[in-house]
């Protein structure tokens, strides 16, 4: 049978939604992935389900474009917030939410900004020629003279299946000083998409924080992704970070069924 189904993107990061019916299950992976499939599903770098709890406004399961549940979502979870008010799931302008990682507070602004709170992260360790940081999905980031000039269709699958395969792959990043007035471009390969996609929430996290340990970079950081900005707030405690949150648009596109 044929279900509504609500497709939102943030910053070019582009995502099916819809509510979970009945007691919370894991979905098909082969279905996600159809539905995900750019040329014979929706398209989409990833699905969204959200269920309902009875400690939160709701509960998030994200699963990745090849069908897997995948873990924490930056940009997902800002979009799933942004369908939530507009369902009727909480009102004003703070929510609730659990994510493959716990807890999460959000908040939406009117200028159409949605900001989620993330769990606190440590600081980022020597790998691999670059960095290696969970921000509640594990995520590789590298410093580089031209974002533009990197062939992230070779070097990302050489990475996310090279040195990280024994721990179930990881986000690969780029970042170089070439954005707006000397701010910082950042290009991702994300696992479970497995290309690269317009923008990562959690990797333009992990970058933020990456740039603060090893630049000296400043609360708020602004990163821009192909898909557009995202700014990522902090602070610094005891050789972590706490208090971060990840700020960016969230936008509808349109609305559609799909048969589940």
């Known amino acids: 049978m044929a279900e509504q189904f609500e497709k939102y993107h943030g910053t070019g990061n582009d995502f099916i939604l819809l509510r979970g019916r009945g007691p919370?299950?894991?979905?098909?992976?082969?279905?996600?992935a159809q539905a995900c499939h750019r040329q014979l599903g929706i398209g989409a770098d990833g699905l969204m389900v959200l269920w309902d709890s009875a400690e939160a406004d709701f509960h998030l399961d994200y699963y990745n474009?090849?069908?897997?549940?995948?873990?924490?979502?930056?940009n997902g979870s800002r979009c799933a917030v942004a369908y939530a008010y507009a369902h009727g799931l909480f009102v004003g302008s703070t929510c609730h939410f659990f994510a493959a990682d716990g807890l999460h507070t959000a908040f939406?602004?009117?200028?159409?900004?949605?900001?989620?709170?993330?769990?606190?992260?440590?600081?980022?360790?020597?790998?691999?020629?670059?960095f290696y940081l969970d921000t509640g999905s594990p995520h590789h980031i590298a410093m580089v003279a031209q974002v533009a000039d990197i062939p992230v269709l070779q070097e990302g699958p050489a990475l996310r299946y090279g040195p990280y395969a024994h721990q179930g792959g990881a986000n690969i990043n780029w970042i170089s000083p070439t954005g707006p007035d000397g701010t910082w471009e950042i290009r991702?390969?994300?696992?479970?998409?497995?290309?690269?996609?317009?923008?990562?929430?959690?990797?333009?996290?992990?970058?933020?924080?990456?740039?603060?340990?090893?630049?000296?970079c400043t609360s708020p950081v602004s990163l821009y992704a192909r898909g557009g900005r995202l700014d990522i707030a902090f602070e610094v405690a005891d050789q972590a970070y706490r208090d971060i949150q990840l700020t960016g648009p969230a936008t509808h596109v349109y609305t559609g069924t799909w048969p589940w």
């Open 24 to 32: 919370r299950q894991v979905w098909s992976a082969d279905h996600v």
């Open 65 to 74: 474009a090849d069908g897997g549940l995948g873990s924490l979502c930056g």
């Open 108 to 130: 939406r602004h009117e200028n159409g900004l949605v900001t989620v709170e993330f769990a606190p992260a440590g600081r980022p360790v020597p790998q691999w020629e670059g």
């Open 188 to 216: 991702t390969y994300e696992r479970g998409v497995e290309n690269e996609t317009l923008s990562c929430g959690t990797g333009a996290v992990a970058a933020a924080l990456t740039l603060h340990a090893l630049k000296g």
